[in-house]
């Protein structure tokens, strides 16, 4: 069945940097990636939806200058958290579709713990 | 509106059936879904039901569409230890738009 990597699986940096998380779909091609964040004992909130090659789709409150999408190839879709601060601490999971029929279901990858300190 | 809305815990013993239910709003939702998440995990697709299905059967898993009452619930039979885990129904308006995700049931399965 379709496989979405996700790495890292666990992070730690230091409040102000910069850290870059990656998804890829190791055996499709994903048209469409979404991103989401959870909180502990809550639900997925999506964060934006992006598209090979063109510019992501930011969900209403989320900063795009704060978490920058990338989906520069079919395979691959990066979120970077920049300038991060102990409030961006948590659990980022990616979804990646081959396309936008049913039958192209929602494969999600294994998640990004990130906490910052 | 998209409302997804499920209870938080449920708590069965080993073998006894597991009833997950979850309310939604959106009157246009066409695809449902039930999402399983172990801890730390990402999340598996246990099972979907287009919105014109009344109900659908796969193995140990029902699950149960109410329309007209905006009304979805997930029945694992025989439920099993490893079955404990984070449950989440989501709603999909068309093929290829975003999940809603709603709030997750937290089964906890006692031997």
């Known amino acids: 069945g379709a496989v979405v990597s996700q790495h890292p699986s666990r992070v730690i940096c230091k409040s102000g940097t910069s850290v870059k998380i990656e998804c890829r779909s190791l055996d499709f091609q994903a048209t469409t990636m979404f991103w989401y964040r959870q909180f502990p004992k809550q639900s997925l909130m999506l964060m934006a939806t992006?598209?090979?090659?063109?510019?992501?789709?930011?969900e209403q409150g989320v900063e795009k200058d704060k978490f920058l999408i990338n989906h520069a190839s079919l395979t691959l879709s990066t979120l970077t958290v920049t300038s991060a601060h102990p409030e961006d601490s948590s659990f980022y999971i990616c979804?990646?579709?081959?396309?936008?029929?049913?039958?192209?279901?929602?494969?999600f990858g294994s998640g990004t713990r990130l906490t910052v300190v | 509106g998209e409302d997804v809305e499920q209870s938080l815990f449920l708590s069965v013993r080993e073998g006894d059936s597991s009833v997950i239910n979850c309310t939604y709003t959106d009157s246009s939702s066409t695809y449902l879904y039930w999402y399983k998440q172990e801890p730390g995990a990402g999340l598996q697709l246990l099972t979907y039901?287009?919105?014109?299905?009344d109900m659908k059967q796969d193995q140990r898993l029902t699950v149960l569409l109410n329309k007209k009452d905006k009304h979805l619930s997930l029945r694992i039979a025989d439920t099993q230890t490893g079955d404990s885990a984070i449950y989440f129904c989501a709603e999909s308006r068309n093929q290829g738009g975003k999940l809603i995700f709603g709030q997750g049931t937290e089964l906890s399965v006692k031997p």
């Open positions: 979804s990646a579709r081959e396309g936008t029929g049913f039958n192209y279901g929602y494969t």
């Open positions: 039901i287009f919105s014109n299905m």
């Open positions: 992006s598209n090979e090659g063109s510019k992501a789709t930011y």
